[in-house]
């Protein structure tokens, strides 16, 4: 699985437009319904979904980065939505930190596996410095683009 399978150019946003954590999530949802990702009928759902599982246990992980993500019974294909954040956002993020840049992940919910495989493609990426601070300063969707056809073509250092 490469991220370039996961995250359609028209699922970036940079900048995100607000830098309040349920304001972004909510924006992250709306680009992936604008895109086809999601019916629209399940927005309320899927924002429900996620700030639940947000009050449960941060996705903040740290290092100025979060990864959000829920299964839900009517996404029919894994799929990520990414937003960039000049100001930061506050995440409740295990470091205290604020995020910079949030992969908002949604899956099938009958395919356990593969969700697993997205999560872990993204997180071996976020893991290197190189690619979390190439992501923060990226002006464009299309510079993120670029970004992580180079991670999944291994042109970006570690």
Partial sequence: MKLTEIIHPDSI???LNSNDRD???GELIDVLIKAG???ASIRKDLIERVLDRERKHSTGFGRGVAVPHVKHPDIQEITVAI???NEGVDFNSLDKQPVYSVFLLLSPQSRP???LQA?????????KDTF???LRQASSPGEVYQL???ADNHRLGG
């Fill in 148 to 150: 992580l056809d180079d």
């Fill in 13 to 15: 946003i940079t900048p």
């Fill in 113 to 115: 596996e593969e969700h």
């Fill in 23 to 25: 304001e972004v999530i």
């Fill in 37 to 39: 990702a999601a019916p």
């Fill in 119 to 127: 999560m872990e493609i993204i997180f071996k990426n976020l893991s």
């Fill in 132 to 134: 979390r601070r190439a």
């Fill in 83 to 85: 937003g960039i954040s």
